[in-house]
């Protein structure tokens, strides 16, 4: 078969955009499962109406996902590094052609305000970009021995690689993985959440439709039964997942069992640290955006917020003003800056952490509340972003991840006593450090505990860097160079 023709980068076929299913993708082609074993309902955030009914897959709709990847395996491991990039790079160039449909409908599905899903749909496409390059350069080793003897250090990919989604970034998720995993020579069965089921599938067209071996990338649909069965699979050499920690320590578990490998991407209660010395007007424009940043529903988020004792009173008032400005509405408008939360339950959990944090002492600055916007949107469930002060570090709020906009604002006096209270904490996914003084700045994220530090700035996680967690945030990292190791394995020959 041809592998690649240039001439077909930007062949257009109209994706399946439609919330009629199958949201199965397996051997090339949606497919229907033959093996239900419940069903989800998927509700748009925005105005809480019926999206779509998903069926949720059993083992042996699982069997044929697995059976498709191992499948493919045979045929997609011996492409070279070369003809591999070409490909993934293809996909890229799709990516970006239909970014408008596929932002819109990562929009209907997760609520995101349209602008961010186009930014999250455009990395997507870097990711493709970036991996399509970078293995074209992955090499083994050479080493002489005596006797003029000598040994080859080969990198070989794992097989078939079981990946399960997170609902806040639906198809970034998607890509994160199949991006790096597919570049070194590995195919995938692919499980999105239950929530946010349909850009997974458009994604799965898009790889097929550039030339890729049916098989490689394949979709299959369901909630926790259908991942816990995808993990425990005994043809399943790898399991990369993004989502909450209970469930990350499940699938720890279930990789155990079998010894496979595992990638986590868990959790985080990440500080951003504000010296005297910062420039206040970046410093609230970065908070905001580690904060309130897809309606609160991200990870890597600087929830914490560490403020100087001599600026607090004036960053606070700043804050809360700047906090007022932001435009809770419809989120297909270009001008809305807070959309709506995935779900009801989802809601009524971050409302919950508010209402706990202020019977524990916490003072309510602004915000908090659901708001009822007008017809069709009342049903959907919109928050205020949320400003608590009066925080302290044993309170629930500030040592759980509310996974909401629900900012925990506290106070230090000095640069020893905030790195420990920053670092008192069983998460370490990332963390921010705010001054003028780049040798403070650089002292301070020395000696923070967390996989992603960012000075000056916030919640920048381009595919050429490596992402991921210390402590209970995670295991491997995504992105960057680094991620090759955790898709490969060593042969010496």
């Not at 010395?277 to 580690?290: E, P, S």
């Not at 309606?295 to 001599?310: A, I």
């Not at 905030?418 to 780049?438: E, K, Y």
């Amino acid at each position: 078969m041809p592998l690649y023709r240039p001439s077909d980068q930007l062949v257009v076929r109209k994706l399946s955009l439609c919330e009629n299913g199958p949201f199965n993708f397996i051997a090339g082609a949606r497919v229907a499962p033959i093996d239900t074993i419940g069903e989800t309902k998927v509700f748009e955030p925005a105005t809480r109406s019926l999206l779509c009914k998903v069926p949720c897959s059993g083992l042996k709709d699982i069997d044929l996902a697995v059976s498709s990847a191992k499948e493919g395996f045979l045929i997609w491991s011996q492409f070279s590094n070369t003809e591999r990039g070409r490909l993934l790079t293809a996909v890229s160039n799709k990516i970006r052609y239909h970014l408008e449909d596929i932002a819109r409908l990562e929009v209907k599905n997760n609520g995101k305000p349209i602008w961010e899903a186009r930014l999250d749909i455009e990395s997507c496409a870097d990711a493709f970009e970036y991996f399509g390059g970078i293995i074209m350069a992955l090499t083994g080793q050479h080493i002489p021995l005596h006797n003029d003897s000598f040994a080859l250090v080969c990198r070989e990919p794992l097989g078939v690689i079981a990946g399960i989604g997170a609902w806040n970034f639906p198809m970034q998720t998607a890509t994160w993985k199949a991006a790096p995993a597919l570049a070194c020579g590995n195919t995938m069965v692919y499980k999105p959440s239950q929530l946010t089921p349909l850009t997974a599938v458009v994604l799965a067209e898009l790889i097929c439709d550039v030339g890729i071996p049916h098989g490689v990338f394949n979709v299959i649909q369901g909630a926790a039964t259908t991942g816990s069965l995808l993990c425990e699979h005994p043809q399943v050499a790898k399991l990369s997942f993004t989502g909450s920690l209970p469930t990350g320590t499940k699938v720890m578990t279930s990789a155990a069992t079998n010894i496979k490998k595992v990638t986590l991407e868990l959790g985080g209660k990440s500080p951003l640290i504000i010296f005297q010395d910062t420039n206040m007007k970046n410093a609230i424009k970065a908070t905001l955006m580690g904060n309130f940043l897809s309606q609160g529903e991200v990870c890597s988020n600087g929830t914490r917020v560490f403020v100087h004792k001599n600026i607090a009173s004036e960053f606070l008032d700043k804050l809360v003003r700047a906090t007022k400005k932001l435009r809770i509405g419809n989120p297909m408008d270009e001008t809305t800056t807070v959309g709506a939360t995935i779900s009801k339950e989802h809601a009524e959990r971050v409302l919950d952490y508010i209402s706990g944090a202020k019977e524990e002492g916490a003072v309510v600055e602004y915000g908090g509340e659901r708001v009822i916007l007008p017809p069709p949107f009342d049903q959907g469930y919109y928050l205020s972003p949320c400003i608590l002060s009066n925080c302290r570090d044993d309170m629930l709020v500030v040592r759980e991840e509310v996974f909401g906009a629900v900012l925990s604002f506290l106070t230090f006096s000095s640069e020893d006593e905030v790195i420990c209270r920053a670092n008192d904490s069983p998460f370490g996914l990332a963390g921010a450090v705010f001054t003028n003084d780049l040798q403070q700045a650089f002292r301070v994220v020395r000696r923070l505990e967390a996989g992603t530090l960012w000075i000056n700035t916030y919640n920048i996680y381009p595919p050429t860097l490596p992402f991921g967690g210390y402590k209970q945030s995670g295991l491997g990292r995504e992105n960057g160079t680094a991620v090759l190791e955790y898709y490969t394995q060593l042969k010496t020959i």
